[in-house]
């Protein structure tokens, strides 16, 4: 019988495993791609895909503290990769780098979010105040979740324009 | 007090919630591209945006048989924006089609998705079996919303592209 705190646990996991196949879809690009392929851009003139993976990565490790998880792998990240422009040539990230960070990041991150109890996905980032989520509920640990899962796919639409 | 019932609610207007924003991204493209941008590519020989929106507003179609919400408005849009890839030049759909069909599939899909119980969103989608479905509980249809909203958010960030 599937009893409701069951109907609660199959929701979540059904959001943890639509992160999970977005980020598989990086990994597939990342194995998929040489070093120097990571170099080409998604357009002409626009972003790389080694920016744009360092973009992301950078995102999903600031989920660390947003969603209380622990503390951020690589904070470094952001000046490269999130309050940056593309630079368009090689910087001191190299590609064995970037590739050790995404693995790195996305496989603590998804084993941190499968600990956490169903009833966790509903309460509060720590990016709102109490009285916000009090007005607005769904301010929750789950919509930063799809959130974060729409812009990865976002990004991976981006970077398949290159294959 | 937030109930057991009212966790499982605040869960699925979470995930609506997300669909809602990605699908609001296309309609704020839309309505700030002209008739004639529509022809735009996304990329050099790349899918046009008209293309792009025509796909995107098949899938919602499509969903309403998948999810068990009754008939679809446009099943002739088929033909060009699923089964054949982007023949890159005005045909049969004119502009002013495409922006209507677009807002009446996709406010009419967010009506009947609101209109859903909560609990509903854990039943299997129509095109799975019992003997699948009973194997694998995660083919639900929040699944494939889930799903649908990554993929309208992967052709989002390529039309991106042209802004």
Do not use: C
């Not at 998929?32 to 357009?43: P, Q, R």
């Not at 895909?49 to 360092?54: K, N, Q, R, S, T």
């Not at 990865?152 to 970077?159: D, K, N, P, T, Y």
């Amino acid at each position: 019988m599937v009893t409701t705190e069951t109907k609660i646990e199959l929701l979540t996991r059904t959001a943890i495993a639509s992160w999970k196949q977005v980020i598989g879809r990086v990994d597939e690009l990342l194995s998929s791609t040489t070093d120097d392929g990571l170099e080409k851009e998604v357009a002409p003139g626009r972003n790389r895909i080694f920016y744009l993976v360092g973009h992301l990565a950078a995102v999903s490790d600031r989920l660390f503290p947003l969603l209380g998880l622990g503390e951020r792998l690589h904070p470094e990240f952001d000046a490269e990769f999130l309050e940056n422009p593309d630079a368009h040539a090689p910087t001191k990230v190299s590609a064995a780098d970037l590739r050790k960070a995404w693995t790195d990041i996305n496989s603590k991150f998804t084993a941190a979010i499968e600990a956490l109890r169903p009833e966790q996905w509903l309460e509060k980032h720590t990016a709102v105040s109490d009285e916000d989520f009090a007005k607005d509920p769904l301010r929750n640990r789950l919509a930063v979740l799809l959130s974060r899962t729409n812009h990865a796919s976002f990004h991976v639409g981006q970077i398949r324009l290159t294959q």
